[in-house]
């Protein structure tokens, strides 16, 4: 499962004022779709409405077929993990911050995840640091650091759809280029919605949209678009 699919979607924040301007995207199951585009085409407003922080005001978003109006929000977080662009962490262990709000989790669990975003790999390597403190008086994690962390709480849900809303940019380019990478393993499996600004770090995606005002300027794989420009 996990097949998305906008169908003319049609949204604005204020009533005079559209964003997505008749919109239609779909992403096969287990597939990756890349929407780039300059800022304030309307790349964030699409994760927004997946999670349903808004209502699309025409057309409508499917999740294998069903609208997303139909599906219950409890379920609809459980389909759909978010990396954002910064991950704010509480000031508590890194453990704390992968399980918040899986209650259910074990500690094995918990430390599958963190292995799977490879923390362990870039946090020094004292045993069990996912257990000391971060934060002001605690231990410092750099931006690639705190989204590894994101990473980690992603893979602990396990979710079939997966959002990276600008998940690497605030990051320096080598760090991106590391957080990529794990990002890939994380994504293979998963129907992908990755939102970026440049067409560089969505060089993998099956497909990519570039976005310009609310609709879909130009579409292909990234040999194609660049072979367009
Ligand atoms: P992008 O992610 O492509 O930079 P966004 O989807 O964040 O663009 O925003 C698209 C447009 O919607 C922008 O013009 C932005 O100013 C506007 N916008 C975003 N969020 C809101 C909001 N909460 N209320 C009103 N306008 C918003
Ligand atoms: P979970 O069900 O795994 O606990 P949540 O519903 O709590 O997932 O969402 C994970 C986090 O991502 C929450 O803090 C939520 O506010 C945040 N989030 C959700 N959508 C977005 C978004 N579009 N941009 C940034 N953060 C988001």
Same mark, same amino acid.
Request: hydrophobic share 40%.
């Given at each position: 499962?996990?097949?998305?699919?906008?169908e003319?979607?049609?949204?604005?924040?204020?009533?005079?004022?559209?964003? *997505?301007? @008749? *919109?239609?995207?779909r992403?096969?199951p287990?597939?990756?779709?890349?929407?780039v +585009?300059?800022?304030?085409?309307g790349?964030?407003?699409?994760a927004?409405?997946?999670?349903?922080f808004y209502d699309?005001?025409?057309?409508?978003?499917?999740?294998?077929?069903?609208?997303?109006?139909?599906?219950? =929000?409890?379920?609809?977080?459980?389909q759909?993990?978010?990396?954002?662009?910064?991950?704010?962490?509480?000031n508590?262990?890194i453990?704390?911050?992968?399980?918040?709000g899986r209650?259910g989790?074990? =500690?094995?669990?918990?430390? /599958?995840?963190?292995?799977?975003?490879?923390?362990?790999?870039f946090?020094?390597? =004292?045993?069990?640091?996912?257990?000391?403190q971060?934060g002001?008086?605690?231990?410092?994690?750099? +931006?690639?650091?705190?989204?590894?962390?994101?990473i980690a709480?992603?893979?602990?849900?396990?979710p079939?759809?997966l959002?990276?809303?600008e998940?690497?940019?605030?990051l /320096?380019?080598?760090?991106?280029?590391?957080?990529?990478?794990t990002?890939?393993?994380?994504?293979?499996?998963?129907?992908?919605?990755?939102?970026?600004?440049?067409?560089?770090?969505?060089?993998?995606?099956?497909?990519?949209?570039?976005?310009?005002? @609310?609709r879909?300027?130009?579409? +292909?794989?990234?040999?194609e678009?660049?072979a367009?420009?």
């Open positions: 499962g996990g097949e998305l699919a906008f003319n979607v049609i949204f604005g924040y204020d009533p005079d004022r559209q964003i *997505l301007n @008749g *919109l239609s995207l992403v096969p287990g597939k990756t779709l890349a929407v +585009g300059p800022s304030g085409a790349k964030s407003t699409i927004r409405l997946l999670y349903r699309v005001t025409g057309g409508r978003i499917t999740i294998d077929g069903q609208d997303l109006r139909d599906v219950t =929000q409890s379920s609809l977080r459980a759909i993990g978010i990396v954002p662009q910064d991950t704010v962490l509480f508590d262990s453990g704390y911050n992968i399980g918040y209650e989790a074990s =500690q094995a669990e918990i430390e /599958d995840a963190a292995r799977g975003a490879q923390i362990h790999n946090i020094a390597a =004292q045993p069990k640091q996912y257990e000391t971060v002001e008086r605690g231990l410092k994690l750099s +931006g690639g650091e705190k989204q590894r962390v994101a709480r992603t893979l602990l849900k396990n079939p759809i959002i990276l809303d998940a690497t940019s605030a /320096d380019s080598r760090t991106e280029a590391e957080i990529l990478d990002l890939d393993e994380v994504s293979k499996a998963r129907t992908t919605i990755v939102i970026a600004h440049r067409l560089s770090t969505v060089v993998d995606a099956d497909e990519i949209v570039v976005l310009d005002a @609310g879909v300027a130009e579409q +292909g794989t990234h040999a678009l660049l367009k420009n």
